[in-house]
């Protein structure tokens, strides 16, 4: 069984940064991207980053020159780096894997960013 578990969000002052992680454990058939979501109170859940089983990025505009998002297939972790943070980036962020043929999600960690 696949499972994905998110850790490294908390509070931070505008301004800060934080790194998340996620770990994945499970037997994984086949490439997957993997990518990081976010779902602030009252609203849609978005994508925030992807990156493919080749290292290909992609970042939604309002993110873009302040995360990073990396892997470690060693390790089975994929990472978001978050830094130059804003009230705006408060929510709680998902991890996600798929592919053509599957997805799965992590259960969250909330990142809160307030003075």
């Known amino acids: 069984q696949v499972q994905l578990v998110e850790s490294g969000g908390g509070s931070v002052q505008p301004g800060g940064s934080l790194r998340l992680s996620c770990a994945v454990s499970?037997?994984?058939?086949?490439?997957?991207?993997m990518g990081w979501y976010r779902q602030a109170p009252g609203k849609q859940r978005e994508l925030v980053a992807t990156?493919?089983?080749?290292?290909?990025?992609s970042y939604t505009d309002s993110v873009k020159g302040r995360f990073t998002i990396s892997r470690d297939r060693a390790k089975n972790q994929v990472y978001l780096q978050m830094n130059s943070l804003k009230p705006e980036d408060t929510a709680n962020y998902y991890c996600?894997?798929?592919?053509?043929?599957?997805?799965?999600w992590g259960q969250g960690t909330q990142v809160t960013v307030s003075s």
């Open positions: 499970g037997t994984i058939s086949g490439y997957s991207t």
């Open positions: 990156i493919t089983s080749i290292g290909d990025t």
């Open positions: 996600k894997m798929w592919s053509a043929t599957y997805a799965y």
